[in-house]
DNA sequence: CGTTCCAAGTAACGCGCGTTACCCACAAGG
DNA sequence: CCTTGTGGGTAACGCGCGTTACTTGGAACG
């Protein structure tokens, strides 16, 4: 039976619109008194004994505030728009859910549009300028655009028209605050692991190298080797398609290319779908992880990394930090702080599995 | 530079609160002639020329309509609001994708709120109640509430003020109209597969035995087997946790058990993180996909089934399909139609790729 | 020439609420 | 007795827009 739950809540609440006069007159004052007990007015003076009978007819009467019409009269809408092809391509979904996260403990909403920027030649285009423009229509207070991976992005140009925050990409021709992962950091964290294993041979499975992603990785593997003393080899550094299949056929040739001591001891796979396809190269060579190579990835995709056997040792991108991230920072501009910096790098943490 | 983008846009634009009092001043006409074309109001008698010189005055002072305000006044706010956990736990996001998408056409808009009914014990609790009160008092038209895994729901009491519709869920205690998977019909089509490949002895890793998922399925490979003359071999249905590891320990039972001839030759993986295990213990006793073992699995998680080696033949979960269907239903719900059906089953389709 | 009718608009009200200015009774102070 | 607060409210305006009723100038008609 259904009819256990919330009890409390009067069958009147079922008709809409009770509106804020109702409850005056339920009360027996005036609508202003209602508005200021419900608003928590600081220096409202309301005695005790009116608000609480205020509350109650409340209560009473099921009464739920207009969020529009308050938003109206307010001038204030207590929303954030972000424009994402997240919902088109799920790769990241953690930043929604740590930007949204984080909007709801501000007591705000956050209004999600799809953009499909991805496929710039996509059935869609101009998709991102309306869905920019809808959510300005809907009066939001700042904006937010997460993409899929790190890259540079075009924003409409109405986003100017109100405060705005770019996550896991950077503004490609202005200058809007941006939130992205430290990718060299990343780089540096997952080689010095490996160095600390005692690997001095390792090979990098790259990415396409002009991304944002595959020059931050890479940059930081070779400071972590300069630290330690050692060059990171250009032989022993091979890129692929950034996918399973890309992974394995260039963990191939590298694992082919080398026999006996020569052979790396370590792979730096700078994704974790290449590690996947890595793992049946090493896999289908005899060999075994770790034992014979250690694996370690980057993105911490959980359905692979997780997963696989040995589960695999990886960098995490900070996708929910860095949603949350982006609220506050919107948070701080639409409250006329000044902008914390232009560009605002977070840690990707190590996840320590068992493939090292 | 970013001067080259959009320059039909004036500067103008960027000054907010462009009102369409101001429209109907520059314009030399009346606010209601404004509202009149910009609404396309049908028998209103506007003249060609001042419609156009309206039109010209929207577009010279960069007005845009007031979203709230217009919700206010015609009290409609073209908003559905879709209360969920995947947010939270992002396994079926393309829910979300596809509800957006069939709003967007629709030209109305999904608010998203978070849910956290997944653990009922977090410390979230009550999440769920807080955020359909939130998107109420938003005065969305309907409710959509999506889960991450097809099961039964408790929903809100508040949830019956408006019309309300279930995703990948069905509503324990009542007779909300809800939209769910034909897991029968899946099971049915992947064994119908395996029969057709010729396999007649074809070993189940099954779910927890009790989710509708698992109860579908196994129905629907029964009835396959059924048809085909054959029974479904208790012995040859094994179950286990619905990881990469309980399939790979599932299978290794399954396939140590028996030898030779009696070995099935196929494996029904009633979810592709088991078959990913399950790949491993193939291969680990030296069989080939498909070569000695057949699989198909069920979910089409992408991650992972396009980029195991082979790629996984599986059952698709119709996410997307099912959020659209979603948003159309309650579309008809709110206009006033009857409902179509309790309960609208979305057809599973196969997917084949190379594991069969 | 008076009436009718219609195209082309406009004045004005209300949506539900925030907010500012104001009001009033009463007590304290001089 | 008159002033001056002060606690406890209220009247009224405006937010930006949809909508209904009303107006007006001219053309058609008899």
Redesign the interface.
Known sequence: ??KS??PS?PAS??Q?GVTMTDVAKHAGVSRTAVSFVLSNRENASISEETRTRINDAVQALGY??????R??ASRR?DWYGIVTEI??A?FA??I??GA??QA?LDRR??????SDQADAQGPNQGLE?AAT??L????VEGLLYAATFHRGV?V???A??VPTVLINCFDA??KLPSIVPDERAGGRVAVERLLKAGHTRIGVINLDPDIPAAVGRLEGAREALTAAGLDLDPELVVSGYA???GG?EAAGRILDRYQGEHRPTALFCLND?MA??AY?AI?ERGLTIPGDIAVIGFDN?E??AA???PKLTTVALPFEEMGALGVRTLAALTAGQPIIADQQLVDCPLLERSSV
């Open positions: 039976m259904a739950t919330t809540k609440a079922r809409r739920r505030p207009n969020a529009g019409a938003a109206l809408s919902v088109t799920p979904v953690d929604i859910k949204q996260d709801w909403f956050l209004l999600v549009a799809p300028d423009e809808k300005l229509e809907q009066r075009h409409p140009q109405s100017n028209e021709d202005g996918t399973a299949d394995y779908r996947m396809g049946d896999k995709q359905l692979i997963y696989l056997r």
